[in-house]
């Protein structure tokens, strides 16, 4: 088994709502991680929390540890995080069109997290590569390692699309440079929320298929986050379902696949279309149900008398699968 | 963008025109004109005139048509025709004076964009704090109060206090460049306040607005630290709306400080364009008009272009 290199212990995240309620996981080095659940159920946020990127206020992270080597990042100084963020651990995002600056160019904005951690400088560079980047100051050095992932990227005559700007990328192009732009520090952990969300589907297999072959390149361990199930089960290794907030089942891929435990996973696998099956058996029950709304439970005896049964019966049937300390009850 | 600023351009024709033609109308269409006003002042100096006389004399016999074809005729030779008062011609008296109302124009500009976008900037970059309440307040104080009654302090407490007023007679800067900037800097800052006020909200709003995008996030996600993601991200994107507003202000400031040169007593072409209207001094009113149309929509061409220069995604076709 291969080392731990992440391990989420009991994270909760309040805002208005309380998103993230008693996450807890690790990820290993060079594992594919996909965090699976519906819009709103605290998947991205949970995300977010991991570098301390959710919006304050009025998001907060209530409890709960990230250990990454032997660190607990929710009690580093902003300082420090940022040594990490981009470095060691990076994050590409939904929509590539919002989520790179319109008015830098893409060199600039590949180039600013090169430079921001010192990539290119001589003590961070492996033999060969001090071989090829001699006698270049280090704006050009970043230029070259700009285009050169640029070009791990598929993305043709890098040096001179560098100079574009997002807007002359087409959508697949900018996630592609987003990509670089996580990799460029050739971190440990790249977490992609919901990376093929706003790309078609031949462009969401190009991306996936290149961040695949990055991980197996360099070892970086992804931590996908979707609610694509197609993706999952081609390149993740292991799978949780978050639902309401929590992780309601955690496995390895093949085995929540085939044998889902939990009535949200069962409902979301039978969500998915079968082209395989006749029209008649294809069609199977799908989720029926609107997700919890993820705010505290009202107080007071008479709301609590009122929805005792309901709670009751919800609790006892929609509790994670794989043991998680008892929380707050929640309205179903 | 060379074809896109010489269309511009052609397109000021049609535009200039109308408004030419509007302040023509309307110049005329004022009860009492500048024959009865000359007829009374000479009067007065126990003179008699003609009035048939003087009105031919100054061509307003003829229709207002025939009026406005003969002086746009004038215009297209580069002249603006003559006061009917001041014995000059109304180039002369631009000449004279646009600078002066430029000079006041550019001092509020640089006031105002100095104290509006750097506070702006840091309001955003403290939201809520204590010092971002402060100062949003002392912007709706400023944006609220009348500048003409804070001139008019200005111009009555210090003196009765410490008998000093700003000085009333207008040297040229470059013949005395302190006493000059003297005279200009108290009307300047008033009118950088009262603007800044009402600025340094809107800088505030769009550095908001643009923190909150997805690529801010992104930045940070790079280790980007915050005060570089505040200038290198936000204020970029964030000073597209703002050079908007900036150039609306710009377009202004030649003919909008009206009230703050009558207040200071300053020789510029607000000044010159109140005085005419109530001589009904029609050449002077429609050569000061005919200008600031001119440069207003030079100057809202010139940030268009600009746009191009601080946003790449603008094309022009």
């Given at each position: 088994m291969a080392e731990v290199i992440l391990e989420v212990?009991?994270?909760?995240?309040?805002?208005?709502?309380?998103?993230?309620?008693?996450?807890?996981?690790?990820?290993?080095?060079?594992?594919?991680?996909?965090?699976?659940?519906?819009?709103?159920?605290?998947?991205?946020?949970?995300?977010?929390?991991?570098?301390?990127?959710?919006?304050?206020?009025?998001?907060?992270?209530?409890s709960g540890e990230v250990l990454f080597k032997s660190r607990d990042l929710m009690k580093l100084s902003n300082a420090e995080l940022e040594e990490i963020r981009g470095n060691e651990i990076s994050m590409i995002f939904q929509e590539p069109s919002t989520a790179l600056n319109p008015v830098m160019s893409i060199g600039?904005?590949?180039e600013e997290n090169i430079l921001r951690h010192g990539a290119v400088e001589d003590k961070n560079l492996s033999p060969e590569q001090r071989e090829t980047y001699k006698g270049m100051s280090i704006p050009q050095?970043?230029?070259?390692?700009?285009?050169?992932l640029l070009a791990l990227m598929d993305i043709p005559n890098p040096e001179t699309r560098l100079r574009d700007y997002p807007f002359q990328f087409s959508g697949g192009m900018q996630q592609r440079a987003m990509i670089a732009m996580a990799m460029a520090c050739n971190p440990d952990i790249l977490i992609a929320d919901e990376p093929t969300t706003a790309l078609d589907v031949t462009v969401?297999?190009?991306?996936?298929?290149?961040?695949?072959?990055l991980r197996e390149r360099f070892g970086t361990a992804l931590i996908i986050i979707t609610h694509n199930l197609g993706i999952v089960a081609r390149y993740a290794d292991s799978v949780k379902i978050v639902y309401g907030g929590k992780i309601v089942e955690d496995g390895d891929v093949v085995q929540v696949f085939r044998h889902p435990h939990h009535p949200y996973t069962i409902g979301l696998i039978n969500a998915v279309p079968r082209l395989d099956l006749p029209?008649?058996?294809?069609?199977?029950?799908?989720?029926?149900?609107?997700?919890?709304?993820?705010?505290?439970?009202?107080?007071?005896?008479?709301?609590?008398r009122k929805n005792a049964g309901r709670s009751a019966r919800f609790s006892q049937r929609w509790s994670p699968v794989t043991p998680a300390p008892a929380s707050t009850s929640r309205r179903p | 963008m060379a074809k896109y600023a010489l269309k511009r351009i052609l397109l000021l024709i049609p535009t200039i025109f109308l408004v030419c033609l509007i302040v023509f109308v309307l110049m005329r269409s004022i009860p009492g004109d500048a024959v009865?006003?000359?007829?009374?002042?000479?009067?007065?100096?126990?003179?008699t005139v003609d009035a048939e006389a003087v009105r031919v004399r100054l061509g307003l016999d003829k229709p207002w048509y025939e009026q406005f074809v003969i002086w746009l005729g004038q215009v297209c030779r580069g002249d603006l025709g003559d006061s009917f008062f001041q014995f000059q011609s109304v180039g002369d008296i631009l000449w004279r004076q646009l600078p002066i109302s430029l000079e006041l124009g550019i001092i509020t500009l640089i006031l105002s964009n100095l104290i509006s976008i750097p506070l702006g900037l840091f309001c955003a970059a403290k939201q809520d704090s204590i010092p971002d309440y402060t100062i949003r307040i002392i912007a709706v104080i400023l944006m609220s109060i009348p500048m003409f009654w804070i001139?008019?302090?200005?111009?009555?407490?210090?003196?009765?206090?410490?008998?000093?007023?700003?000085?009333?007679?207008?040297?040229?800067?470059?013949?005395?460049?302190?006493?000059?900037?003297?005279?200009?800097?108290?009307?300047?800052?008033?009118?950088?306040?009262t603007q800044a006020g009402m600025q340094l909200r809107f800088v505030r709003t769009q550095v908001l607005d643009t923190l909150r995008q997805d690529y801010v996030r992104t930045a940070y996600s790079k280790g980007i630290k915050q005060k570089t993601v505040l200038f290198r991200h936000a204020f970029r994107n964030a000073m597209i709306p703002v050079i908007t507003i900036i150039g609306g202000s710009v377009g202004a400031l030649v003919g909008g400080n009206m009230i703050l040169e009558n207040i200071f007593n300053i020789p510029g072409i607000g000044t010159q364009m109140v005085t005419a209207l109530g001589q009904r001094d029609y050449p002077v009113v429609q050569g000061c008009v005919l200008v600031m149309t001119v440069f207003v929509m030079l100057v809202n061409l010139i940030v268009d272009l600009a746009y191009k220069w601080i946003d790449p995604r603008v094309k022009f076709d």
């Open positions: 212990k009991h994270l909760c995240e309040d805002s208005e709502m309380r998103a993230v309620d008693d996450m807890s996981y690790t990820v290993k080095k060079g594992e594919c991680v996909a965090i699976i659940g519906e819009s709103g159920s605290g998947k991205s946020v949970s995300a977010l929390s991991l570098l301390k990127l959710i919006p304050y206020p009025p998001g907060v992270i209530k600039a904005q590949i050095r970043a230029r070259a390692r700009a285009a050169e969401q297999a190009q991306v996936l298929e290149q961040m695949n072959r029209p008649s058996r294809a069609s199977r029950p799908i989720w029926p149900k609107s997700r919890p709304i993820p705010v505290p439970f009202p107080s007071g005896a008479g709301t609590q | 009865d006003a000359i007829v009374t002042r000479m009067t007065k100096s126990g003179q001139a008019t302090l200005i111009l009555f407490y210090p003196a009765q206090w410490w008998g000093y007023a700003p000085p009333v007679v207008y040297v040229s800067f470059w013949k005395d460049p302190i006493q000059n900037l003297k005279m200009f800097l108290v009307p300047g800052i008033l009118g950088a306040l």
